[in-house]
Structure formats: C-alpha cells, structure tokens
C-alpha cells in the first residue's frame, strides 16, 4: 500500500472517529463541548500524522457529516467554531515565540467566543424582549463567561499540549508510527 493510500485510509478513520465523538455529544447532551474537543484531537492526530491538506479536509468532513446526521447540533457548532479549527492552527502559532503564540492562541479563542455570545444574544434577547423582560443582567453574565471560559481555554490548552507530548513521545513509539506515513 503506498502513502497516499495510507494517508486517504487513516482520514477517512480519522473522520468516521471525530463524527462517533460529536454523535455521543449530541446523545448526552451535558458532554457537547467535550465531545467538540475530543473530536478535536482526532484533528492533532492528523496534523502530526498525516500533515498537509489532510486535517482541513478531516475537519470538513466531520462538520458536513455532523450538521447532517447530528439529532442536537450544538456539538457539531462547537467543533465547527472552535474544536476543530483550533488544533490546526495551534501547530502553526506554536511555531512562533512563545509570548506571540499565546497572544494568537488567546486572540483566537476570544474572537471566537465573542461571536458565539453576539448570536447568543441576538436569540436571548429576542425572547426575552417579546417576553417583556429586562436584558441588562446579560452584560455582567457575559463578562463571568469570558473569565470563566478564558481559564478554562488555558487548561485546555495545557492539557492538549501535554498529551500531543505524551502522544509523540510515548504512544507513537509504542504503536511504530513515526516512518509509517
């Protein structure tokens, strides 16, 4: 089997995985931003792996599918905005200093998040208006979040590293990966 072969085999592994990870999300509903960054690391692994083209087209392939096949999206929309799109492209900020790949890794997670609370908002507040309610509570519930979902980013973002590490030094030797593709 030559590596292009290879390399198209484990993708289409790769994706059937992601996809499994996002379905369990959207089956157990409390485990939707779990399932996003579990699926997640089914894109590092092809980034180390495979390389190239092939994680941006895993990552296609699991958000189709999952849009597509999914009884409860929001699974599928956080791996969309952010679990899947973030393993990518923490490879290349890592090639950077380490104080600029920081400030692109927490520019990133912000900007993504801001516009997950605009169109939160722009569905709340509408309910809430025709509801006759007062929307100012959001403002301080918005500013919890981005402290509360900034702390939790930057665990994640260790522990991700931690296990691309173990993953690398580890696991990979164990399983003769390293010449494979």
Avoid: C
Wanted: charged share 15%.
């Amino acid at each position: 089997m030559n590596k292009s072969t290879k390399k198209i085999a484990l993708s289409a592994i790769l994706s059937a995985v992601g996809v499994i990870f996002l379905l369990m999300g959207s089956l157990v509903q409390v485990l939707d931003l779990s399932s996003a960054a579990l699926a997640g690391f089914v894109i590092v692994l092809a980034v180390i792996e495979i390389g190239g083209k092939y994680p941006a087209l895993i990552y296609l392939v699991i958000s189709i599918i999952s849009v597509l096949i999914l009884p409860y999206k929001l699974p599928a929309v956080f791996f969309i905005a952010f679990g899947g799109v973030y393993p990518m492209l923490k490879a290349q900020f890592e090639k950077r200093h380490p104080a600029v790949s920081w400030v692109l890794k927490f520019s990133l997670f912000n900007i993504i998040l801001w516009l997950l609370i605009f169109f939160i908002r722009l569905l709340v507040s509408r309910e809430l208006i025709n509801l006759g309610e007062n929307i100012d509570f959001l403002k301080n519930f918005e500013i919890i979040i981005f402290l509360v979902a900034n702390s939790a980013f930057l665990l994640y973002d260790i522990a991700m590293t931690r296990i691309i590490n173990i993953y690398i030094v580890k696991v990979r030797k164990l399983l003769k990966l390293e010449n494979y593709f």
